[in-house]
């Protein structure tokens, strides 16, 4: 919210500076995003008269001015304006001075072959106005030479920064009540006497939705003239933000914007009959001031009359009911609207407004007639006209909370002892009354204190913030114990690990777009890997965007289109991970959330060059390499898995798989992907994919310990033995691999396969592979006979696999 320092001095009796209000402000829990001062812009721009306006030598509709700034030393300057001529008294920028409006820099320069020594200005170069149809003619008396900053004056503008449950603080007036609260001045009364109506009501002003709008008062007033509003309330609005309009719609964004109580004025001459606010009905719309035609619900309440809705009630109005120039007639709308209501209208039409940030927040319902009160003298003021009778229907929500307060909260929740006399003139000054037992009467304007708790807050903001110690959280003795959970750990050791890795993080949206939820969903629900996710997608109800409405059942999309746009700004390698949750329907719709980890290598693994030649790209290979790296690290039992098919429809066949803890637990699916999926994210080549489900990997036994094991290193040395086996070619590697290191558990430490041969002196359909396994003594080193019952037993485990013994 933005308001003058002016504005707020007319109902704030202070002193104190610009730099002094935004501190305390601060303090009091309204923060400052900024303080604006308009005249710091024109120090280098000098009330001036010109001396003479000769026509120029060289264009019809340029002069040349000789300008005085009261030096004896007048400047040449060439100005197109039509009002500039001899005697008059202007402002002029001088070399090096920026223009407001459009950032330009001023230079001594040549126009048409004359020297131009600055530039005469206009209201709309200096931001101060929209006139531009000449340059700026000052008043006989203005000083010649004094810089026009210090003729109009400092008044600086402050940006503050209004929490949602502030509703008083919608309007200066309220921003004025905490200053004087806290000592910065004295809070002027509002100065609204009843204006009494001289005839009756001509129109039929009532409410047939009393949920939505409990309280609906109107007035007339016949015979105005609108035109432009007065200097002072223009000049309010432009420190709002605000665009004057016209004398009757800126008197009411004046009391809105004063005082936190929207109203409206309609045209009386474009009404018919009565108007009433009732619930929308089927079909309607209305065309609201924005120029937008809006269909109506029927929660929706409307102001209307017997033609049809003139009002979107508390967000905005109609357009073809508005004021004009030619209005002469109006009726003015001061009433209460249910927040709720608003708020679930603003939402359902996407409509944001300054009356629906008001009405929803909760507007205060007791100054309905001080807002009438208000408008209609200020209209009566610069419109004129005679004022009818105020038309009252329905009753606002009036009745004031009692809570029970004792003032030793102060120091145990607030953390500073305040005198009890203190507190109650504290309370005082912010609108609460203070009986003498503390039983604490809540103002009409204050709907978000509702307890005990809130007047402490209350209290402790005016007294103070920075006088509230700094006091250390009590502490046991001894050495502390983690913080971080067992998943907290996981998350960490992993994200470690995949950095170490040289993959690089990456943060997205936990929201997508419903194409590529649905994409990932469905897919996923028909995959045997995954029959445990066979859910609904989460729809959000109110999303911040169109394309982010579905909460994300996998980290894939979001990492895919993170990848894609790298690779299409030219990045030749992308390699990222992300940890997160996806968002699944778990039993009874109830929400569950998984841990992930995903990663996606495309572009260039390896890139062109003299020893390795052509550029490689990534395969599935490199992507079963960091599924067993970083599962390894998340304490998987990497050495029990099994790698299987059916890795799911987004990779691709034959290409793919999925690593396992027995026949059923995934605990990751790997591979390419498929290319229907890299086409629906804009994917070109190979791109490679890991998604590691970190949810599913076992506890080790004694997780809880803090302590590691001892290392224990053997006492001697390990040797290895090689064997070359026939199998089908069909045959997983890692079936063999399994089976020979299961053969003796005691003696065989390791296995690793380091050749797979097909060709000359191997059958058709078969392949060789060739496998070393070291063998780790324990207490005596091997003889032959030992090392031949191993041998005996790998032979034997491999059998079963088909596995026959290369000759």
């Known amino acids: 919210?933005?308001?003058?320092?002016?504005?707020?001095?007319?109902?704030?009796?202070?002193?104190?500076?610009?730099?002094?209000?935004?501190?305390?402000?601060?303090?009091?829990?309204?923060?400052?995003?900024?303080?604006?001062?308009?005249?710091?812009?024109?120090?280098?721009?000098?009330?001036?008269?010109?001396?003479?306006?000769?026509?120029?030598?060289q264009a019809d509709k340029l002069q040349v001015l000789s300008v005085d700034l009261g030096d004896g030393s007048p400047l040449q300057v060439v100005c197109g304006a039509p009002n500039a001529r001899a005697g008059m008294?202007?402002?002029?920028?001088?070399?090096?001075?920026?223009?407001?409006?459009?950032?330009?820099?001023?230079?001594?320069?040549?126009?048409?072959?004359?020297?131009?020594?600055?530039?005469?200005?206009?209201t709309r170069e200096l931001c101060?106005?929209?006139?531009?149809?000449?340059?700026?003619?000052?008043?006989?008396?203005?000083?010649?030479?004094?810089?026009?900053?210090?003729?109009?004056?400092?008044?600086?503008?402050?940006?503050?920064?209004?929490?949602?449950?502030?509703?008083?603080?919608?309007?200066?007036?309220?921003?004025?009540?905490?200053?004087?609260?806290a000592g910065l001045g004295v809070l002027k009364p509002i100065a609204a006497e009843p204006v009494a109506g001289s005839f009756a009501c001509p129109v039929e002003v009532r409410t047939d939705d009393p949920e939505g709008c409990p309280a609906f008062y109107g007035?007339?007033?016949?015979?105005?003239?609108?035109?432009?509003?007065?200097?002072?309330?223009?000049?309010?609005l432009k420190s709002a933000g605000q665009r004057p309009i016209s004398a009757l719609v800126d008197a009411t964004n004046f009391v809105m914007l004063g005082y936190g109580r929207p109203a409206h004025a309609y045209d009386l001459a474009k009404l018919n009959g009565a108007v009433v606010a009732r619930k929308?009905?089927?079909?309607?719309?209305?065309?609201a001031l924005n120029g937008k035609e809006y269909a109506l619900a029927p929660f929706m309440t409307v102001i209307a009359d017997d033609s049809g809705v003139h009002d979107i009630a508390g967000i905005m109005g109609g357009e073809h009911s508005g004021c004009t120039d030619d209005t002469t007639d109006v009726l003015l709308e001061v009433a209460y609207f249910n927040p709720p209501s608003i708020a679930r209208t603003g939402q359902a039409l996407a409509l944001a407004s300054d009356a629906r940030g008001r009405f929803e927040r909760g507007v205060d319902p007791a100054f309905l007639d001080t807002g009438m009160d208000l408008l209609t003298a200020l209209i009566l003021e610069i419109c004129g006209g005679e004022a009818s009778e105020v038309v009252r229907a329905g009753e606002p929500p009036v009745a004031r909370k009692t809570v029970a307060y004792d003032t030793a909260l102060a120091g145990s929740l607030g953390g500073v002892d305040v005198g009890a006399g203190e507190q109650k003139r504290i309370l005082t000054?912010?609108?609460?009354?203070?009986?003498?037992?503390?039983?604490?009467?809540?103002?009409?304007?204050?709907?978000?204190?509702?307890?005990?708790?809130?007047?402490?807050?209350?209290?402790?903001?005016?007294?103070?913030?920075?006088?509230?110690p700094s006091t250390p959280l009590p502490r046991a003795d001894g050495v502390a114990k983690p913080t971080a959970t067992p998943v907290q750990m996981l998350e960490r050791r992993v994200r470690r690990?995949?950095?170490?890795?040289?993959?690089?993080?990456?943060?997205?949206?936990?929201?997508?777009?419903?194409?590529?939820?649905?994409?990932?969903?469905l897919r996923h629900a028909a995959d045997a890997a995954a029959q445990d996710e066979r859910d609904q997608l989460w729809t959000l109800a109110n999303p911040i965007s169109e394309d982010l409405k579905v909460m994300r059942p996998s980290l894939l999309p979001g990492l895919l289109s993170a990848a894609q746009r790298n690779l299409h700004r030219g990045a030749a390698c992308v390699r990222l991970f992300e940890i997160g949750r996806r968002y699944l329907r778990g039993e009874g719709g109830a929400s569950d959330e998984k841990l992930s980890l995903v990663v996606v290598l495309a572009g260039d693994s390896t890139p062109r060059g003299w020893a390795t030649g052509k550029a490689k790209p990534f395969d599935a290979f490199d992507a079963k390499a960091e599924a067993l790296a970083l599962l390894a690290e998340a304490g998987a039992p990497v050495d029990n898995l099994q790698v299987m098919g059916e890795a799911g429809a987004q990779f691709h066949p034959g290409q793919s798989a999925t690593l396992r803890l027995g026949p059923k637990t995934v605990l990751a699916r790997f591979g390419m992907l498929h290319p229907s999926t890299a086409k629906a994210f804009d994917l070109d080549g190979p791109v490679a994919v890991v998604e590691l489900f970190l949810d599913r990997i076992p506890a080790k036994k004694g997780a809880g310990t803090f302590a590691r094991p001892h290392f224990a290193p053997p006492a001697l040395q390990a040797v290895t033995r090689d064997f070359a086996f026939l199998v089908d070619a069909a045959l997983?590697?890692?079936?063999?691999?399994?089976?020979?290191?299961?053969?003796?558990?005691?003696?065989?430490?390791?296995?690793?396969?380091?050749?797979?041969?097909r060709g000359q002196g191997v059958p058709e359909g078969q392949k060789s592979l060739a496998i070393e396994v070291t063998l780790q003594p324990v207490e005596k080193s091997f003889d032959e006979a030992a090392l031949k019952a191993i041998a005996d037993k790998v032979v034997a485990a491999a059998a079963k696999q088909g596995a026959v013994l290369r000759g």
């Open 280 to 287: 929308a009905r089927e079909g309607e719309t209305c065309l």
């Open 89 to 122: 008294i202007g402002v002029l920028g001088l070399p090096g001075a920026v223009v407001p409006a459009n950032g330009m820099e001023l230079r001594k320069s040549a126009i048409r072959g004359v020297e131009s020594n600055g530039m005469m200005c206009s």
């Open 732 to 757: 997983p590697a890692g079936d063999l691999l399994r089976a020979v290191k299961g053969a003796d558990k005691q003696a065989i430490t390791a296995a690793r396969i380091f050749d797979d041969f």
């Open 429 to 468: 000054a912010l609108g609460f009354d203070v009986g003498e037992d503390w039983a604490v009467t809540v103002p009409t304007w204050r709907p978000d204190v509702d307890g005990a708790p809130d007047i402490v807050e209350e209290v402790i903001r005016v007294h103070g913030l920075d006088a509230v």
């Open 219 to 236: 007035r007339v007033i016949r015979g105005v003239k609108n035109g432009p509003s007065p200097k002072w309330l223009q000049d309010f």
């Open 128 to 181: 101060l106005g929209e006139d531009h149809d000449g340059v700026i003619e000052l008043p006989e008396d203005a000083p010649i030479g004094t810089s026009f900053a210090d003729y109009v004056g400092s008044d600086p503008v402050f940006d503050v920064a209004i929490t949602p449950n502030r509703p008083d603080c919608m309007g200066v007036y309220g921003i004025a009540r905490d200053l004087a609260a």
């Open 1 to 57: 919210m933005k308001f003058s320092l002016s504005w707020l001095q007319s109902v704030l009796d202070t002193k104190a500076d610009a730099r002094t209000i935004a501190e305390k402000l601060t303090s009091l829990g309204l923060e400052i995003e900024g303080v604006e001062d308009a005249s710091a812009a024109l120090t280098k721009f000098r009330v001036a008269r010109v001396l003479s306006a000769d026509k120029h030598p």
């Open 497 to 521: 690990a995949a950095a170490a890795r040289g993959l690089n993080e990456a943060i997205t949206w936990s929201f997508l777009p419903e194409a590529q939820a649905d994409h990932f969903v």
